[in-house]
Nanobody, 116 residues
Framework: QVQLVESGGGLVQAGGSLRLSCAAS????????MDWYRQAPGKQRELVAS???????NYADSVKGRFTISRDNAKNTVYLQMNSLKPEDTAVYYC??????????WGQGTQVTVSS
């Protein structure tokens, strides 16, 4: 079993920055993909960014140029650096890990609130 714990959320003014972290523990295969999703009130959960264990990244158009996903494989941790935050970035942010057997694990989420 894999456990994911997110941290780093909070309240920030528009234009500010936050860095989210997600630490994975348990039986983790080396070949996996880690993602950040977000869900705003009344909206569906959406993919924000992904990173493979080899460092290949992918971003939603809405965050390109503002957010950066990275990972530390030695620590089984993925990060999301969020800059130039906008009120529409307000959401609960979730970390997800998909292993080589296609099992998916989710964290509990961390709230990000951007005030205008």
């Amino acid at each position: 079993q894999v456990q994911l714990v997110e941290s780093g959320g909070g309240l920030v003014q528009a234009g500010g920055s936050l860095r989210l972290s997600c630490a994975a523990s348990g039986k983790i295969f080396s070949n996996n993909v880690m993602d950040w999703y977000r869900q705003a009130p009344g909206k569906q959960r959406e993919l924000v960014a992904s990173v493979t264990n080899s460092g290949n990244t992918n971003y939603a158009d809405s965050v390109k140029g503002r957010f950066t996903i990275s990972r530390d494989n030695a620590k089984n941790t993925v990060y999301l650096q969020m800059n130039s935050l906008k009120p529409e970035d307000t959401a609960v942010y979730y970390c997800k890990l998909t292993d080589r057997l296609r099992h998916m694990y989710w964290g509990q989420g961390t709230q990000v609130t951007v005030s205008s």
